[in-house]
């Protein structure tokens, strides 16, 4: 069926909104360089399932629980309109990092090891040493929410007063949290186009690690391509591509992985909506092999088409 208009969604009521009314205004502009009738539309509160028409396609650039978790392509699906991305249950599923990462190892996918915790506003823990033995012989550790993105309530620990602030910093310390070990070597972000790996960006930040501020405010931070021989790329894509299929993730996604000094790699997380910022890590990528902004949105909007 033809594309007769397309409408980007974006905004939200996550904790990632201001990242995703960025995306969204980027996209909208692409989408209408590229020649479609389009509507910028802010999620929810302008959002009306009974204005799509036959023909209509959705662009998400909602991150967060609004555009990852999988709610609202359930609904498009239930509803017949065509949409970006991945499908529900792939989202869903990558949405929770517990429940993404006990899939890792089922199926043999090398991830960091981790402790999930109900709350931090009930952690019975008596913010003593035993959390951090728990991880030895790493020095720090990661406390990440187990449903957020853009770094939203993420902290690097490696002492109990660190702990103690993150609790208190924390803009909902009553939801679930993983603890993480902590893989201080290379991070680095596998973009994925249609069932191909663009190639792999390397991040450096003068920040302890790639956080809010490294991603969306500060211009030092470093997006290289990343320098591997040509067998650890075939087996980074391996695990990226596997990474996929056992999700069902398809279309226009991430993979976030860490690299140790013995240059093993692990999967952190797949980001089925992906940042389409100025500042962003997939159009960055794309650039790098020739694909300018617009023509990746058009990438994007055919592969669902």
């Not at 609904?75 to 970006?84: A, G, K, V």
């Not at 996604?253 to 000094?261: G, K, T």
Request: net charge negative.
């Amino acid at each position: 069926m033809a594309i007769e208009k397309i409408t980007v969604l974006y905004g939200g009521e996550s904790s990632e909104r201001s990242v995703s009314l960025e995306s969204g205004k980027y996209v909208f502009q692409s989408v209408k360089d590229l020649g479609y009738e389009t509507e910028l539309i802010d999620y929810p509160s302008e959002f009306s399932p009974e204005k799509f028409l036959q023909g209509d396609f959705v662009f998400i650039a909602l991150h967060g629980q609004d555009g990852e978790s999988g709610e609202l392509q359930s609904f498009l699906q239930q509803n017949n309109i065509p949409y970006t991305g991945s499908g529900y249950e792939a989202c869903k599923i990558t949405w929770n990092k517990d429940t993404f990462k006990k899939i890792l190892r089922e199926n043999r996918i090398p991830t960091p090891n981790w402790i999930s915790v109900p709350s931090l506003h009930e952690f019975k823990g008596n913010l003593d040493d035993s959390i951090f033995d728990q991880f030895r012989p790493f020095n720090e550790i990661f406390l990440k929410p187990t449903e957020d993105g853009s770094s939203i309530d993420v902290f690097k620990l490696s002492t109990n007063n660190d702990l103690k602030k993150a609790i208190s910093d924390s803009l909902d310390s009553k939801r679930q949290f993983i603890f993480e070990e902590s893989i201080d070597f290379k991070e680095l972000t596998v973009p994925i186009l249609n069932g191909k790996c663009l190639p792999p960006v390397e991040i450096i930040t003068k920040e302890s690690f790639y956080n809010f501020n490294a991603k969306y405010v500060n211009d030092d931070t470093e997006l290289n391509e990343f320098i591997i021989t040509d067998k650890k790329k075939i087996e980074l894509e391996q695990i990226c591509l596997k990474t996929l299929d056992i999700v069902k993730a398809k279309g226009w996604l991430r993979v976030d992985l860490m690299q140790d000094s013995n240059q093993n790699f692990y999967v952190l997380e797949v980001n089925t909506v992906p940042g389409m910022t100025s500042h962003s890590l997939f159009p960055k990528s794309a650039e790098s092999i020739g694909l300018s902004y617009d023509e990746l949105v058009n990438e994007i909007i055919n592969a669902k088409s």
